[in-house]
């Protein structure tokens, strides 16, 4: 299986501020066809997963602009321009290129 | 607009089985690819099962393998998780996912079910 490692696991941010996310992957999760099969989710205290990005670089419906997914082969970023109180919760990236998909370990986001 | 509900959790018996099902609506069931998961007590999210959206191919965590069995009834736009020989380590939250035009783009999950293995 392709094991997703995150970090950090922790990280507190003052309102405003940025914040970024890394996830790195055991195997490259670029396809022959150019796209990279990584999604990160959020999950919202006390809520179900959320889907952010998927292939990457691709927000879903409805996320705002302030989040954004970048990287390729085994290293990848989640980035949040400036932090708001509502984008508090556990963030999880996550490999779609082979069966089983796996999940980093999450990273908490907790405002300063 | 689009609604996955599970339903079916509960409180059983090691060794013992149960059967989840996500009634879903707002959208095409029929020609959506759907995916179980679930997340232990205060652990991450783990993947369970994927059923493709014509019933053609499933596949499983092997964490499950042999026990469960994911099925779906596209005329009651239900999709079910049979699981049997249950376990103490099976103890979670259950969540249904549809997968949308994209591997890995899990666009809309259920509220979830919760699951314990006790005796």
């Known amino acids: 299986d392709i094991v997703m490692t995150q970090s950090p696991l922790s990280l507190p941010v003052t309102p405003g501020e940025p914040a970024s996310i890394s996830c790195r992957s055991s195997?490259?999760?670029?396809?022959?066809?150019?796209?990279?099969?990584l999604a990160w989710f959020l999950q919202k205290p006390g809520q179900s997963p959320q889907l952010l990005i998927y292939?990457?670089?691709n927000r879903a419906s409805g996320v705002p602009e302030r989040f954004s997914g970048s990287g390729s082969g085994t290293d990848f970023t989640l980035k949040i321009s400036t932090v708001e109180a509502e984008d508090v919760g556990v963030y999880y990236c996550?490999?779609?290129?082979?069966?089983?998909?796996?999940f980093g370990q999450g990273t908490k986001l907790e405002i300063k | 607009q689009v609604q996955l509900v599970e339903s079916g959790g509960g409180v059983v018996q090691p060794g013992r089985s149960l059967r989840l099902s996500c009634v879903a609506s707002?959208?095409?069931?029929?020609?959506?690819?759907m995916h179980w998961l679930r997340q232990a007590p205060g652990k991450g999210l783990e993947w369970v099962a994927i059923?493709?959206?014509?019933?053609?191919?499933?596949l499983y965590a092997d964490s499950v393998k042999g026990r469960f069995a994911i099925s779906r009834d596209n005329s009651k736009n239900t999709l079910y998780l049979q699981m049997n020989s249950l376990r103490a380590e099976d103890t979670a939250v259950y969540y249904c996912?549809?997968?949308?035009?994209?591997?890995?783009?899990?666009?809309?999950w259920g509220q979830g079910t919760l699951v314990t293995v006790s005796s």
């Open positions: 996912a549809r997968e949308g035009l994209n591997y890995g783009d899990y666009d809309y």
């Open positions: 707002g959208f095409t069931f029929s020609r959506s690819t």
């Open positions: 059923l493709w959206y014509d019933g053609s191919n499933r």
């Open positions: 195997q490259s999760l670029l396809h022959r066809n150019g796209y990279n099969y």
């Open positions: 292939l990457a670089s």
């Open positions: 996550m490999q779609a290129l082979q069966t089983p998909p796996t």
